[in-house]
């Protein structure tokens, strides 16, 4: 089976058997969209869901968010043959990974969960929020879905805290 690994900002669709796209999250949202008729799925992995009213965002910097993220792959999948009336959404992400960063997961998966209330798509299955990343397969011949809780996270190693200097001026 072909693996395709998405990462925040991507989408991908597939249109043929065999494939795999496969996504980690944390307070990310992956929706995984599936038309069973036409056989065509796809997946996007966006950071947060919208900019706020007056934040100016630049062309490249909206890749970051799910208002545009969707519109990419809803279309991205109508071009493939999909029809817009058969999509179902699955939802994965949203989690609370460190606690002091606040809601940002829970706010992201309310908006995936408005956005496809508002485009009439129906959800199939969500696994939001929680405290643990989740990495996501999806498999969009069969529209079937794995999500698995990741629990040991790699972690950057922490950068040893040097002693301030005193008395010298360093020129850069």
């Given at each position: 089976?072909?693996?395709?690994?998405?990462?925040?900002?991507?989408?991908?669709?597939?249109?043929?058997?065999?494939?795999?796209i496969?996504?980690?999250?944390?307070?990310c949202?992956?929706?995984?969209?599936?038309?069973?008729?036409?056989?065509?799925?796809?997946?996007n992995?966006?950071?947060?869901?919208?900019?706020?009213?007056?934040?100016?965002v630049?062309?490249?910097?909206?890749q970051?968010?799910?208002?545009?993220?969707?519109?990419?792959?809803?279309n991205?999948?109508?071009?493939?043959?999909?029809?817009?009336?058969?999509?179902?959404?699955h939802i994965?992400?949203?989690?609370?990974?460190?606690?002091?960063?606040?809601d940002?997961?829970?706010?992201?998966?309310?908006?995936?969960?408005?956005?496809m209330?508002?485009?009439?798509?129906?959800?199939?299955?969500?696994?939001?929020?929680?405290?643990?990343?989740?990495?996501?397969?999806?498999?969009?011949?069969?529209?079937?879905?794995?999500?698995?809780?990741?629990?040991?996270?790699?972690?950057a190693?922490?950068?040893?805290?040097?002693?301030?200097?005193?008395?010298?001026?360093?020129l850069?």
């Amino acid at each position: 089976m072909r693996i395709i690994s998405i990462v925040q900002g991507e989408q991908s669709v597939v249109t043929e058997p065999d494939v795999m796209i496969s996504t980690l999250l944390g307070s990310c949202i992956a929706v995984c969209l599936h038309d069973g008729i036409a056989r065509i799925g796809g997946m996007n992995h966006f950071l947060l869901g919208e900019p706020g009213a007056d934040q100016q965002v630049s062309p490249q910097d909206m890749q970051r968010y799910g208002i545009h993220s969707m519109e990419l792959l809803i279309n991205g999948m109508m071009r493939a043959g999909a029809s817009r009336s058969r999509l179902r959404a699955h939802i994965y992400g949203g989690a609370t990974i460190i606690a002091g960063l606040g809601d940002i997961g829970a706010k992201n998966a309310a908006f995936a969960d408005r956005f496809m209330a508002t485009e009439g798509i129906a959800i199939g299955h969500r696994d939001v929020c929680g405290t643990q990343p989740l990495k996501v397969e999806f498999i969009p011949w069969d529209g079937k879905v794995r999500a698995k809780r990741v629990k040991d996270v790699p972690q950057a190693p922490a950068r040893p805290v040097l002693p301030p200097r005193t008395g010298e001026v360093e020129l850069f």
